[in-house]
Nanobody, 121 residues
Framework: QVQLVESGGGLVQAGGSLRLSCAAS????????MGWYRQAPGKQRELVAR???????NYADSVKGRFTISRVNAENTVYLQMNSLKPEDTAVYYC???????????????WGQGTQVTVSS
């Protein structure tokens, strides 16, 4: 089945940078929108950034100018470059994608397992 696997999380000091990656694998027919969400303890999951198949992007106001989302369609991969990190960016970051698998030929939303990002003061 289709799955998403995130990598690149870790511990970084405020002002530092991290690059997250998420690779989709399986019997993929096509991938539409891809994105990154995050969830901090006691808070709702929130959209961080999303990118369409054609490359259009949308960012949460809190990360504009600091984060950049990109994708490589040929590799079924989406990235999130995070610069000027702040302690309030600390959260579990989840990859998200709308995927049509060859098995079902139906568009479904898939989620990765999440990767922890911790920004220290």
């Amino acid at each position: 089945q289709v799955q998403l696997v995130e990598s690149g999380g870790g511990l970084v000091q405020a002002g530092g940078s991290l690059r997250l990656s998420c690779a989709a694998s399986g019997t993929i027919f096509s991938i539409n929108d891809m994105g990154w969400y995050r969830q901090a303890p006691g808070k709702q999951r929130e959209l961080v950034a999303r990118i369409t198949r054609g490359g259009g992007t949308n960012y949460a106001d809190s990360v504009k100018g600091r984060f950049t989302i990109s994708r490589v369609n040929a590799e079924n991969t989406v990235y999130l470059q995070m610069n000027s990190l702040k302690p309030e960016d600390t959260a579990v970051y989840y990859c998200n994608a709308q995927i049509v698998s060859r098995a079902t030929m139906k568009m479904l939303t898939y989620w990765g397992q999440g990767t922890q990002v911790t920004v220290s003061s």
